[in-house]
């Protein structure tokens, strides 16, 4: 017993340091972003590939807390939960949203390392594995959900949705509220009093994939279509509304549990211009997980949303 405690906390304490590496690795990304003085006297903001001296040291501190704790992390977890028989745990409890969000990082470790080595991309970007390549990390958040909920899928939320009529008109018309008003009353007013121009430095990499996708053959194409418009949001789904928010709502209440898995939704695509949209669409989401008791519910939603939008650009 005093062997299996020993175990469980060196578990807990190099995973909050892989959360650590987690925090620096968003930094890391926003660090990239470079800001663009107009002639309009607006900001445009772009994805630059220039190092800079912040970026370095989180790019340092990433690296650090994202390998360092893996070689403690890794043992310890699967000596932990090797012990833990099947049910003993209902629910999912911060412990494990965290043992799972330590895990994702420690991918995203290793995927820095071998792009230090082996530079990106592996494989060509007209080849299946150049599509698997570059949908990496939405792979490793179903995975490692699979890996540590596989036996209770339900305690994340899939489950068959309740008031399943409802749910069809409820996610139609959230749909039709995010593409005809979500910009009008939240991004244009947000944007125009920071001063932000509207462009995208995320939406135009995402057209430029699927056209591209388009322009080798119909069938990468359509390959794109399905992962950016079913894939991803499944994957993400899972993280944010079927790990993360289940674990907030168990420890915080449903209000908290929304808005706390809404703010990272939001933060981790990395857009400062439409973080506001995001958050907004991360609230319609974790209402929609919430009060269907479904992460269905919002993979249903978010997966209409994607693949009306890739189909957009996939057909211009």
């Not at 690795?25 to 002639?39: D, G, H, K, P, Y």
């Not at 070689?71 to 409890?93: C, D, H, M, Q």
């Not at 039709?176 to 944007?191: E, G, N, Q, R």
């Amino acid at each position: 017993m005093i062997r299996q405690e020993r175990w469980e906390r060196i578990a807990f304490y190099s995973a909050l340091l892989l959360l650590i590496g987690y925090v620096s690795s968003l930094a890391l990304e926003f660090s990239s972003l470079q800001w663009i003085a107009t002639e309009q006297g607006k900001w445009r903001v772009e994805s630059s590939e220039d190092v800079t001296l912040l970026g370095f040291v989180f790019f340092i501190g990433t690296l650090f807390f994202s390998i360092v704790p893996a070689f403690f992390y890794i043992p310890a977890l699967f000596k932990t939960i090797r012990n833990e028989f099947p049910g003993w745990e209902t629910g999912v409890s911060g412990r494990y949203a965290m043992y799972y969000f330590a895990l994702y990082q420690v991918s995203y470790g290793a995927m820095l390392v071998f792009y230090m080595i082996f530079p990106y991309p592996w494989f060509s970007e007209q080849s299946v594995l150049g599509f698997i390549e570059s949908f990496l990390p939405q792979v490793m958040m179903l995975l490692f959900a699979l890996l540590l909920f596989g036996r209770r899928l339900h305690d994340i939320g899939f489950v068959r949705p309740a008031k399943v009529k409802q749910l069809f008109f409820t996610a139609i018309l959230f749909y039709l509220f995010s593409t005809f008003l979500l910009d009008l009353i939240v991004t244009v007013p947000i944007a125009d009093y920071f001063r932000f121009e509207l462009d995208s430095w995320r939406e135009e990499q995402i057209s430029g994939e699927v056209i591209q996708a388009k322009n080798i053959s119909w069938v990468a194409g359509i390959v794109e279509v399905l992962l950016v418009g079913l894939f991803v949001p499944i994957a993400e789904e899972t993280m944010f509304r079927g790990v993360l928010q289940t674990a907030l709502t168990r420890r915080f209440g449903a209000v908290l549990g929304i808005l706390g898995s809404s703010f990272l939704f939001g933060a981790i695509h990395v857009d400062p211009v439409l973080f506001p949209s995001l958050f907004a669409m991360g609230l319609m989401l974790g209402f929609l997980r919430h009060y269907y008791r479904s992460i269905w519910a919002a993979i249903l939603f978010h997966a209409l949303n994607n693949t009306i939008t890739v189909l957009i650009y996939f057909f211009q």
